[in-house]
C-alpha cells in the first residue's frame, strides 16, 4: 500500500549549535518521504525551480519513492535559511524565499489519484481542499498546518478540518488554533471540526494522540546528540503514515503503535543535518529503537 504526500521541496541553509549545511534538501515533502519510504512505497507532488539539484533525490527514488508527481518550473527553488541556538525547539528564520513554490498548484498524476493513504504537508489550506478534489475515496487523509495558516486562512482550515481523518500540528499551534490554553480543551475542540484523530506534537516532550474518548501519550526518544531539529515533525508524520501504509489497519492498537514509529523515525532525522540520518538507518535500525521505545514505557501493572 502507497502514500501520496503533497508538500514542499526545498534547499534549506540551517545553523545549529553543533555546525551547519547549505542548500541542504528540505521540505515538508521531502522529510516525509525520506521517512515514509522506510516502511512502504511514496507517492511525492510538489514543485522545484530550474536550479534544483534534481541528482541529490535519486537516493529518494532508489528507495521507492516514486517522483513523476514532483514539476520542475522555470525559477528559483523555495530556499529557506534559518538558526537553532540552545533552544533546539525553536528556530530563528533569517530567510525565506518562496520562487517557484509560490506558485505551487498541485496536480495529481493519475497513477497517483488511487492512492489509500494521503498526507497532505503544509502548504496553504486552499491547495490542500484542491487536492482532496483530485483523489478518490483515500482510507485516510492526514493534513498538517503552520501559525501562518491559521492566522492568514483560518475559514480555509476549519473548512479543511470538515474533510479531513486527522490533523498533526504542535502544541502551540494547537493553542493558536483553538484559543484553548489546556491541550486537552485543545483536542477536543478540534475534534469537533471534524477529524476523527488528533495529533499534537511537543518535540523533545513526546506526542499526544487523541480520539473522542481516548488519549495516548509516546514520549520522545531521549537522544544525547542532537544535531538538527529541522523536519523532526514531517518525519514523524512520514513514520506514522508509512507505518499505517504498511499495516493497512486503523485500529488503535495499531495506531498507537504508528506512534511510536513516527517518533522513532523523528528521533533518527535529527541526529544529522537534512535527511541524511534518514537514508543511513536500516530496518534492523528501526527495531531496535521501537523495541527501546517499549522499554521506555512499559512497568509491571501488578504491584499497583
Not at 65 to 77: I, K, N, P, R, T
Not at 132 to 147: G, H, I, R, S, Y
Not at 159 to 175: F, G, M, P
Not at 220 to 246: K, N
Request: with cysteine.
Amino acid at each position: 500500500m502507497s502514500v501520496l504526500v503533497v508538500g514542499s521541496v526545498a534547499l534549506d541553509s540551517v545553523e545549529t549549535p553543533f555546525g551547519r549545511a547549505d542548500d541542504a534538501l528540505g521540505g515538508s515533502a521531502t522529510y516525509f518521504a525520506a521517512s515514509a519510504s522506510h516502511h512502504t512505497r511514496v507517492q511525492l507532488v510538489g514543485v522545484v525551480g530550474s536550479d534544483y539539484p534534481i541528482q541529490k533525490l535519486q537516493d529518494l527514488a532508489a528507495r521507492g519513492v516514486d517522483l513523476s508527481g514532483l514539476e520542475q518550473m522555470e525559477g528559483e527553488s523555495f530556499r529557506w535559511r534559518g538558526r537553532y541556538r540552545h533552544d533546539l525547539n525553536s528556530a530563528e528564520t533569517l530567510e525565506t524565499r518562496l520562487g517557484v513554490f509560490s506558485h505551487f498548484r498541485p496536480k495529481i498524476p493519475p497513477q497517483f489519484r488511487r492512492a489509500k493513504y494521503v498526507f497532505l504537508g503544509n502548504i496553504d489550506p486552499r491547495l490542500q481542499l484542491d487536492v482532496l478534489q483530485q483523489v478518490e475515496k483515500p482510507t485516510l487523509v492526514a493534513c498538517d498546518t503552520m501559525n501562518f495558516w491559521i492566522e492568514s486562512r483560518r475559514a480555509d482550515l476549519l473548512a479543511l478540518l470538515e474533510k479531513v481523518d486527522l490533523i498533526t500540528l504542535n502544541d502551540a499551534e494547537a493553542r493558536q488554533l483553538t484559543e484553548q490554553a489546556n491541550l486537552v480543551k485543545a483536542a477536543r475542540w478540534i475534534l469537533s471540526k471534524g477529524p476523527r484523530t488528533v495529533i499534537i506534537k511537543k518535540g523533545e516532550h513526546g506526542a499526544f494522540m487523541f480520539h473522542a474518548n481516548r488519549v495516548f501519550f509516546a514520549p520522545a526518544y531521549p537522544l544525547e546528540d542532537v544535531f538538527d531539529p529541522t523536519g523532526a515533525g514531517d518525519s514523524f508524520a512520514g513514520g506514522f503514515m508509512g507505518y499505517l501504509a504498511r499495516t493497512d489497519d486503523l485500529s488503535e492498537a495499531n495506531m498507537r503503535r504508528a506512534v511510536v514509529f513516527g517518533s522513532a523515525m523523528g528521533s533518527f532525522v535529527v541526529e544529522g543535518f537534512s535527511i541524511a540520518r534518514l537514508l543511513e538507518i536500516t530496518p534492523d535500525d528501526i527495531s531496535r529503537r521501537v523495541a527501546e521505545f517499549h522499554r521506555l514505557v512499559t512497568f509491571d501493572a501488578e504491584a499497583l
